[in-house]
């Protein structure tokens, strides 16, 4: 089981990632794109990603804006894994 991470250590994690915020037990970022197209792109590498981690994001689409929400729900609250898949993410961006 991973453990949840203190608030203090979410705070110290999301120095690293400085588009991520703490939102109601999870972290989550907006990616903005030019168009439809290019948002559904990054979803589908995003979901290739989640795949191989066996991690899978919430995602929110909204035409050219892209919403991960990342938390461990097995372990109920924000770990290490949503930080290491939250760098995939940026990578995939």
């Known amino acids: 089981m991973t453990t949840v991470l203190t608030e203090n250590q979410i ?3 999301l120095k690293a990632c400085a588009e991520w915020s703490e939102m ?7 990616y903005q794109f030019k168009d439809f197209i ?3 792109a990054f979803v589908n590498k995003v ?8 991690h899978h994001p919430d995602i929110l689409i909204r035409y050219n804006k892209v ?3 990342l938390s461990t729900h097995d372990a109920g609250g924000v770990t290490e ?3 290491a898949f939250a760098a995939q993410a940026d990578q995939a961006f």
């Open 47 to 54: 979901a290739d990603l989640a795949e191989s981690a066996q």
């Open 11 to 13: 705070q110290d994690s």
């Open 24 to 30: 109601n037990g999870a972290i989550q970022r907006t």
């Open 38 to 40: 290019a948002s559904i």
């Open 67 to 69: 919403t991960l929400t």
């Open 81 to 83: 894994k949503d930080f």
